[in-house]
């Protein structure tokens, strides 16, 4: 098995999905415990045109798409403020997104694949790709790190929050636009299909073996990052696509846990 590893891009693939599976276990705990499961779908979707954009104009698609995706963010957290449903919202991103994504692909000159942006092409990282996807790990992370005790705060008791003097509405924007961040990040990997599960199974998993916060957030990042490098491994022998192979092993280890705790009750 070794001998895998002795390929460029092999190096690069387990590099990037560990940092995104880290990246994705420590923003979806935030995700799953605040409901905010929608905004990985909303953001990923909604960017589509962002890329297909970048590509009609001739420059890298995901430079375009990260600021997309923090304005999509920072847009969503403002509409949901007031008091605008989280699946009307979705929808909308849904559909108008991937429309607009699908037309300026096909009005691009690029020779762009449909599949490599909906179900990810982690074997294709280049480095510049590794780069910026460390780059946001260590940019979204420091500031989760750094803000861990007013986000914890905000995310459990939003009036106590309030009443201590927090600026509840400026960490709100703060996350959803480092989420976003990190969810545009991770859809090179997984795909934009994808996406929305990669940083919402590991955390749902991570949340039924209980514990303190900071405990399920440390096993969202392990169960992430290794189940990244198990769907990259087993999908070089079977032959299927990665992307989707790493959410399958997230969703197969999610089963596993839920089953053992109906067998222990």
Do not use: C
């Not at 098995?1 to 705990?29: C, K, S």
């Not at 636009?177 to 090179?188: E, M, P, R, Y």
Request: proline share 2%.
């Amino acid at each position: 098995m070794t001998e895998l590893f002795t390929y460029g891009f092999m190096q690069r693939a387990l590099a990037a999905g560990i940092l995104a599976g880290l990246l994705g276990g420590l923003v979806g705990v935030f995700l799953v415990q605040r409901r905010l499961a929608f905004l990985a779908a909303g953001v990923s979707h909604g960017a589509f045109a962002a890329i297909g954009l970048g590509l009609v104009l001739g420059v890298a698609p995901f430079n375009v798409a990260l600021p997309a995706a923090v304005a999509l963010g920072l847009a969503i957290a403002w509409l949901r403020r007031r008091g605008l449903a989280e699946d009307t919202l979705v929808g909308v991103l849904f559909a108008v997104g991937m429309a607009l994504g699908v037309i300026l692909l096909e009005l691009s000159d690029a020779n762009a694949s449909l599949s490599a942006f909906l179900f990810g092409s982690i074997l294709a990282i280049g480095p510049s790709d590794l780069t910026l996807l460390a780059l946001v790990t260590a940019g979204v992370g420091g500031f989760l790190l750094l803000a861990w005790g007013r986000l914890t705060l905000v995310t459990f008791d939003r009036e106590l929050a309030q009443a201590s003097g927090l600026p509840v509405a400026a960490l709100d924007y703060a996350f959803f636009a480092a989420a976003s961040l990190a969810i545009i990040a991770a859809v090179k990997l997984v795909g934009i299909v994808l996406v929305s599960s990669f940083f919402v199974v590991p955390a749902a998993t991570a949340r039924l073996a209980g514990g303190s916060f900071a405990l399920v957030t440390l096993l969202a990042a392990l169960i992430g990052a290794a189940t990244a490098v198990a769907g990259l491994l087993l999908s070089w022998y079977l032959e299927v696509p990665v992307g989707a192979l790493i959410v399958v092993v997230q969703a197969a280890l999610f089963g596993g846990v839920v089953a053992l705790r109906r067998v222990a009750a």
